[in-house]
Each structure stands twice: as C-alpha cells, then as structure tokens.
C-alpha cells in the first residue's frame, strides 16, 4: 500500500498521484458552508466528530481513506477557512476540496485572481488530478465568477485543454471521477448542463462519476450508461437555518467505496449505522409514509402487514413533512430568511406509501437498493 503523494504541475495546475492498487474509501461531505462562530461552533462540535466516527470504521478495512469537501466550504467568511481546513486535516488522511461560489472574495469584482487567491492560499490549487484505487479524481472549478451576485455555471477552455491532456497522460486509468461544486445536470429539465456535454466530449470513452454539492439536496442522477452524478446535500442542513435539508435529509454525507476496480455508494446519516435507510416520516392508523435516504430510481421497496407480503409500496412525490413543519411551525428567523426557507417547500420524489388494510397492523418495509443490499424497517 502506498501513501507517498506526488506532484506535478502542467500549465501551472496540479496533478497529484495517491496510488492504491484496489481500492479506497471516500467520504463526501456537502458544502460545509459556516459563516458564523455559532457555526463553526455546531459544525465542530455536533456534526465533525460523526464523520471523524466514519474514519475511525474505515481504518479497519486496510484500504486508504479520504475526504472530499464539495466547495462553498465557508460561507463569505474567508478567514475560517484556515481553521476549516485545520479542522478536517486533523483526521490525518487526505482531503481534498474544490471551489463553491460562496468560497470566492465578494469584494472583489471582474478578477477572477483576486476572487480566489485566499482560497488557493489556504486549500492550493482549484485543479489538480488525484488518484485512488483504479479511479482518476479530477477537480474542476465551474464557478465563472464575475462577482458575488454575477457568476455562472462554466469551465473555461484552459480546464478543459488541461484535463484533456491530464487523461493522455493517464491513459491506463478507465474509470475518471470528475469534482466540481455545482451540478453537471440540470434536476429541473432532467437533462445535461451545456458545459457538461463539452467535459464529457474531452472525457470521451471513460466511465464517469460527477461528484458535486451547490444544491444542498441528495441526487443521484444516471445520465447514461457508465455516466452518473451524485449531487450531495449540505451536511449542516439548509444553510445552518433548518435542521434538515428541503429534501428531509438530515445531516449525512455520501460515502463511496471501491473494490477491485468497482464502486459502491450511499448516503450515510451521521449518527447512526450504514444501514440505516429508511426513515418513517408518517405512521398513521391506515396509512405510512417513508423517506429513502439515497433513493435514486434504481431502489425497490416492498412491504409486509402482519407477515403477509403485500408487495411493492407506491412511490409518491410530496413536499418533505418534516422540513414543512419547521418551516411552519419552528423557524423563527428575520424576512429574508424566512422567504429562502419558504422557497424550498417543493415536491421530491423519494418517499413511498402504504395503506394499512387493518388499523395499527404490524409493518415490514424492506428497501433494496441498486447494489442488492437489503434495509430493513419494522414497526
């Protein structure tokens, strides 16, 4: 096993190799995002030592571990960066970051160097290549930022020319994880951004994963065959505001494991195990409600009354329960707040429901995801 980290640089971005022959496990944690020293405050104490728990689980598997933060890993407020990064390098295994919009100077205006410097001062460069077990890493920065309330949602051609030539001299590696802070596809138009497709044209003929945040929901999205994102929901809730995300997740992050060339994934609530995927967010007399932590539409649910399979439940989309009730009934905050709050009451489609056929019966739900692995609810 290898843990040298080596690197060279191309164009005056970085390519850094962390061999491992078989595999690795990976631990995605979305948008950090603090702003405040309340913040920091709940991110240090409430939320880091569940992931440090899951880098503890991980030592014992013999294979490397890492950490990748999905960009906006603060909130406007540079100089927490130094102590974010801190923070996270005391797991003492790799980390890697990329860029968020909410990472970049906003006193700043038309210079994209001066907008990142302090980022690049702290975390080094926005592109470089990685690579764990048999996957290439490469990190992306697709905020095109003019200033804070004027960016876009682009990689420049200077990214792409230095990715292209990053993957010739790569050109064993088959499988290529592409890291960027905002999504790849569009989960309004079920359909892949432009500058998406132009990555993929430079990527031609690789097995692909996008691995991004911006969006503070959980998404997996197959986008064709070999290619897939996985959109990760931030780990602190909706902006520090909610205790849970509009999609109902509750903190969690994404963790991906790879075996012998092949990967596995889910989205791990911290606190409790692996295993736990299914979360009951209505239990009534004749009627349940679940939530599938890392649904995508590859999940198959059934159901059992007292013993009797009663077969698959009836995949719903509602706005979450949990996140409309504090919204409705426990947020407490000023207008504007209130408003972005507000705005994220919308459908999902990660919940199924069951009529009981007998009041108060006894319920076995039994969730199987696309790898096979079975989870288990009964109550």
Not at 9 to 21: E, I, K, R
Not at 31 to 47: G, H, M, N, S, V
Not at 90 to 113: C, P, Q, Y
Not at 123 to 144: H, K, Q, S, W
């Amino acid at each position: 096993m290898k843990h040298a980290i080596l690197s060279l640089v191309f164009l005056g971005l970085a390519l850094v190799g962390y061999a491992q022959a078989d595999g690795f496990n990976l631990i995605v944690v979305g948008d950090p995002q603090p702003q405040t020293e309340e913040q920091f405050a709940r991110l240090e104490k409430d939320i880091f030592p569940h992931i440090a728990a899951i880098v503890e689980e991980y030592r014992s598997t013999g294979y490397p571990t890492a950490i990748y933060l999905t960009g906006d890993n603060v909130w406007d407020t540079l100089d927490l960066m130094p102590r974010l990064k801190a923070l996270f390098d005391s797991l003492d295994i790799h980390v890697m970051t990329v860029i968020g919009n909410h990472d970049h100077d906003r006193s700043t205006v038309g210079d994209k160097a001066a907008a990142v410097a302090r980022y690049e001062e702290v975390f080094g460069p926005r592109n470089y290549a990685i690579e764990l077990g048999e996957t290439l890493f490469v990190a992306l920065d697709n905020i095109d930022y003019t200033s804070y309330s004027d960016y876009r949602i682009a990689v420049d051609r200077k990214q792409l020319r230095w990715m292209k030539q990053t993957l010739r001299q790569n050109s064993d590696v088959e499988h290529i994880a592409i890291l960027m802070h905002a999504p790849a596809y569009n989960y309004r138009t079920d359909e892949l951004n432009d500058y998406a497709r132009k990555i993929l044209r430079h990527a031609k003929g690789h097995k692909i994963d996008f691995i991004t945040g911006h969006r503070h929901l959980n998404s997996t999205a197959d986008i064709a065959p070999e290619i897939i994102e996985h959109s990760v929901a931030q780990v602190g809730g909706n902006l520090w505001f909610a205790p849970m995300c509009p999609d109902g997740t509750p903190h969690s992050v994404l963790t991906i494991e790879e075996r012998a060339g092949e990967w596995s994934w889910r989205y791990r609530l911290l606190g409790e195990s692996a295993e736990k995927q299914i979360m009951v967010v209505e239990d009534s007399a004749d009627e349940v409600i679940i939530r599938i932590v890392g649904w995508d539409g590859k999940w198959r649910v059934e159901w059992s009354e007292n013993g009797k399979a009663m077969g698959e439940m009836e995949r719903i989309d509602i706005i979450d329960p949990d996140y409309r009730y504090y919204v409705e009934n426990e947020a407490d905050y000023n207008d504007m707040v209130m408003g972005h709050l507000r705005r994220k009451l919308i459908p999902f489609k990660h919940y199924y429901r069951l009529k009981r056929t007998a009041e108060n019966s006894e319920i076995t739900i039994t969730a199987t995801d696309r790898f096979g692995r079975t989870h288990l609810e009964s109550f």
